[in-house]
């Protein structure tokens, strides 16, 4: 691939190490790769049925009904929001993020009133958190499980305990976007109301569909909530959705994919897929370490295992580190996002990888450090990182 920007020829695979989207599998492309279907034909029940019950799985539920839109995690904040609230409510939110920052500013748009707690970008939401700031008129708690632009994963069955000991029963609502397939999440055990995702991340598949996970208690409150909507009513899709089919034409060819995906992730076994996750992290994280950076997460327990952001504030430009990436060595890495732009730069290290391409793209990272003036000594991340992928063995 040559860069129309520079004069240098980018040779080799692209590394998409961008905290989604990610990677998509071989075997995920080539179940894509076929003519389009008929989307209300004979090939869709099976289709559908196998995917609710694998999305259950990896949703960790045995009896809440998964939903597909077309669409992304966007369209998922909307649609949780949409079917379960009604103009006026009160719901609480945590700042610690671009993406809480944005799924509240979605919720204010519709006409909630937002209760939003100020964090640090870079800590999680503390049980301390919830329980200093729910109150009775809470309809709804929107938490991030894994906020993508600082790297934080909050414990949400932290949060689940807070609620409960609060004596209130707010509807609990999780963006699970950068965490569902690779971060542990239990929406049956933390008593989840209603989860949602896009298929762009640990689901391995390109972009192009919200995937929520909607309980009961979910379920009963759009029947009765006056928030007006259409293509985002969850009631037509859950009914069509268990009998086969959609009330939409539906990203057909993805649902092929996402077929595919769910099979890998069961396959492989959704544990293993967490530790697996959690040791690349560490990996990546033993880098950061050796090259004398911090991490935006000051928790070490509540560093995220899809991807690390990184603070070169005072020391160099993230984005021109991320545009060395780009221009010299083929590499695709997350800029800072919002007030962290320029100051913070992200690894993805989430989806389909494993320890080379984790090594490669640190090694990328060190470089690309190197040329953008930060002093770090070539070779320290990577050796830290391969120390620590051949002890934790
Ligand atoms: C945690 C989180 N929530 C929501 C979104 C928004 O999703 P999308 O860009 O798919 O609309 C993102 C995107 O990266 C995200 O990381």
């Given at each position: 691939?040559?860069?129309?920007?520079?004069?240098?020829?980018?040779?080799?695979?692209?590394?998409?190490?961008?905290?989604?989207?990610?990677?998509?599998?071989?075997?995920?492309?080539?179940?894509?790769?076929?003519?389009?279907?008929?989307?209300?034909?004979?090939?869709?029940?099976?289709?559908?049925?196998?995917?609710?019950?694998?999305?259950?799985?990896?949703?960790?539920?045995?009896?809440?009904?998964?939903?597909?839109?077309?669409?992304?995690?966007?369209?998922?904040?909307?649609?949780?929001?949409?079917?379960?609230?009604?103009?006026?409510?009160?719901?609480?939110?945590?700042?610690?993020?671009?993406?809480?920052?944005?799924?509240?500013?979605?919720?204010?748009?519709?006409?909630?009133?937002?209760?939003?707690?100020?964090?640090?970008?870079?800590?999680?939401?503390?049980?301390?958190?919830?329980?200093?700031?729910?109150?009775?008129e809470?309809r709804?708690?929107?938490?991030?499980h894994?906020?993508?632009?600082?790297?934080?994963?909050?414990?949400?069955?932290?949060?689940?305990?807070?609620?409960?000991?609060?004596?209130?029963?707010?509807?609990?609502?999780?963006?699970?976007?950068?965490?569902?397939?690779?971060?542990?999440?239990?929406?049956?055990?933390?008593?989840?109301?209603?989860?949602l995702?896009?298929?762009?991340?640990?689901?391995?598949?390109?972009?192009?569909?919200?995937?929520?996970?909607?309980?009961?208690?979910?379920?009963?409150?759009?029947?009765?909530?006056?928030?007006?909507?259409?293509?985002?009513?969850?009631?037509?899709?859950?009914?069509?959705?268990?009998?086969?089919?959609?009330?939409?034409?539906?990203?057909?060819?993805?649902?092929?994919?996402?077929?595919?995906?769910?099979?890998?992730?069961?396959?492989?076994?959704?544990?293993?897929?967490?530790?697996?996750?959690?040791?690349?992290?560490?990996?990546?994280?033993?880098?950061?370490?050796?090259?004398?950076?911090?991490?935006?997460?000051?928790?070490?327990?509540?560093?995220?295992?899809?991807?690390?952001?990184?603070?070169?504030?005072?020391?160099?430009?993230?984005?021109?580190?991320?545009?060395?990436?780009?221009?010299?060595?083929?590499?695709?890495?997350?800029?800072?996002l919002?007030?962290l732009?320029?100051?913070?730069?992200?690894?993805?290290?989430?989806?389909?990888?494993?320890?080379?391409?984790?090594?490669?793209?640190?090694?990328?990272?060190?470089?690309?450090?190197?040329?953008?003036?930060v002093?770090?000594?070539?070779?320290?991340?990577?050796?830290?990182?391969?120390?620590?992928?051949?002890?934790?063995a």
């Amino acid at each position: 691939m040559s860069d129309p920007h520079t004069e240098h020829f980018l040779t080799g695979r692209h590394f998409l190490q961008i905290p989604g989207p990610t990677n998509v599998p071989d075997r995920v492309l080539r179940a894509m790769d076929r003519p389009v279907p008929d989307h209300r034909g004979p090939e869709m029940p099976a289709l559908v049925g196998e995917l609710r019950e694998n999305l259950r799985a990896v949703f960790k539920t045995d009896r809440s009904e998964p939903v597909l839109f077309p669409g992304s995690g966007t369209g998922g904040w909307e649609a949780a929001l949409v079917n379960t609230l009604s103009p006026g409510d009160r719901v609480l939110s945590f700042q610690n993020g671009h993406f809480a920052r944005l799924w509240a500013e979605v919720a204010r748009a519709h006409g909630l009133v937002v209760d939003e707690v100020q964090l640090r970008w870079g800590d999680a939401v503390g049980a301390d958190d919830v329980q200093s700031s729910l109150r009775g008129e809470h309809r709804a708690v929107m938490i991030v499980h894994n906020e993508t632009s600082t790297g934080v994963t909050t414990d949400v069955a932290a949060v689940r305990g807070a609620i409960d000991a609060s004596g209130h029963d707010p509807l609990l609502l999780v963006d699970t976007v950068s965490s569902l397939g690779s971060i542990d999440f239990r929406f049956d055990d933390w008593r989840v109301d209603v989860a949602l995702t896009g298929t762009q991340k640990g689901l391995m598949l390109p972009p192009g569909t919200a995937v929520l996970c909607v309980n009961e208690r979910a379920r009963a409150a759009s029947e009765t909530n006056t928030m007006p909507r259409y293509f985002y009513d969850w009631r037509p899709v859950i009914a069509d959705m268990s009998r086969g089919f959609f009330p939409y034409t539906p990203a057909t060819l993805l649902l092929f994919g996402m077929r595919e995906a769910l099979r890998m992730l069961l396959e492989e076994g959704l544990e293993n897929v967490f530790v697996r996750h959690a040791r690349l992290a560490e990996t990546t994280r033993r880098a950061v370490g050796a090259w004398d950076l911090a991490l935006l997460c000051r928790e070490p327990a509540r560093s995220s295992n899809s991807l690390t952001a990184v603070s070169v504030d005072g020391q160099a430009d993230a984005d021109r580190i991320v545009r060395i990436g780009h221009e010299r060595l083929n590499i695709a890495l997350g800029v800072g996002l919002g007030p962290l732009k320029g100051k913070v730069f992200r690894i993805g290290h989430l989806g389909w990888l494993g320890e080379l391409e984790v090594l490669a793209t640190l090694a990328g990272v060190e470089l690309a450090l190197q040329r953008a003036g930060v002093s770090v000594a070539l070779g320290s991340g990577v050796a830290a990182a391969q120390q620590y992928l051949k002890d934790s063995a």
